[in-house]
């Protein structure tokens, strides 16, 4: 027994095939695909070969793997700081190693190597810090976060104040 995978519809024999499928004692296939294209859906299903060369297969089931996706909200004063907002809009599948805003008040495209206010504990949804503020200066400001070594960055957002 064996499954196959592709990037399209209704998977055949004739399409890219595992070769670590398994039948345990319950009927179940299963197999593992190792480093999958994030954010592109999978099309899979089972098949067996009978006897008599017969092809059956299973009813196709579909996945997506998703990547990590963060955006820049919004920057505002708020008394003496300055208060910065983003959101994630998927946390992807690897464990997020920093996240927060980088900023800057000399570069329009701020990165992690300039400033930065880290957080933690994140999750789906919105986040916020505040940095303070010095009166005059363009605020360069998007969120960011590193997974896996890479780092993802949400849109510049800049704001003088």
């Known amino acids: ?14 399409d890219f095939q595992s070769q670590n499928g398994q039948w345990n004692d319950s009927y179940y296939i299963y197999a593992d695909i190792s480093n999958p294209i994030l954010d592109t859906t999978f099309h899979v ?3 067996a070969v009978l006897s008599d060369s017969t092809t059956l297969y299973s009813p196709e089931k579909t996945f997506s793997v ?6 820049t909200d919004s920057i505002a004063k708020v008394s003496n700081a300055i208060a910065l907002y ?3 809009l998927n946390l992807g599948v690897d464990p997020i ?3 927060g805003f980088c900023y800057s008040t000399n570069s329009s495209l701020p990165n992690v190597n300039d400033n930065k206010a880290t957080l933690s504990n994140p999750k789906i949804g ?8 010095v009166s005059g200066n363009t605020y360069y400001v998007r969120s960011y976060a590193i997974t896996n070594n890479k780092v993802v960055y949400g849109q510049v957002k800049y704001k003088t104040f």
């Open 86 to 88: 983003g959101s994630f």
């Open 97 to 99: 190693q920093e996240y």
């Open 1 to 14: 027994s064996r499954y196959w995978w592709t990037f399209k519809s209704n998977p055949t024999r004739l």
């Open 45 to 47: 299903r089972a098949f």
């Open 126 to 133: 919105s986040f916020y810090t505040s940095i303070p503020i």
């Open 66 to 71: 998703p990547s990590l996706k963060l955006q």
